[in-house]
């Protein structure tokens, strides 16, 4: 793990969905669609598990930190900056400074 401060960001889940993707930007969050159910946690963890995946980090640095039970939720990442967060996310500048938050 890092020393420096998490990063935090806005997403939308689209649990049941044919596969497991970022999907891109939709207002002020990012668009994950995960295969799993919206039961149980299921969701949850894959899409924190599909955000380790994508960034390269452990599951245990990503998070859901608000939003368990619904499909607006806030995960926080650790030992990601915001730069590398945007690369490897497929985002531009101007699109993360819409789903990160400080």
């Given at each position: ?26 207002g002020d ?74």
């Amino acid at each position: 793990m890092s020393d420096q401060t998490p990063i935090r960001i806005r997403i939308k889940a689209v649990p049941g969905a044919s596969r497991d993707a970022i999907a891109g930007v939709l207002g002020d969050r990012l668009k994950v669609r995960t295969s799993a159910p919206p039961e149980g946690g299921k969701a949850n963890k894959a899409i924190c598990a599909l955000l380790a995946r994508t960034l390269k980090l452990k599951a245990a640095q990503v998070r859901v930190l608000k939003g368990h039970t619904n499909p607006e939720k806030t995960i926080e990442i650790e030992g990601c900056t915001r730069e590398a967060f945007a690369s490897k996310a497929g985002l531009d500048h101007a699109h993360i400074e819409l789903v990160l938050f400080d």
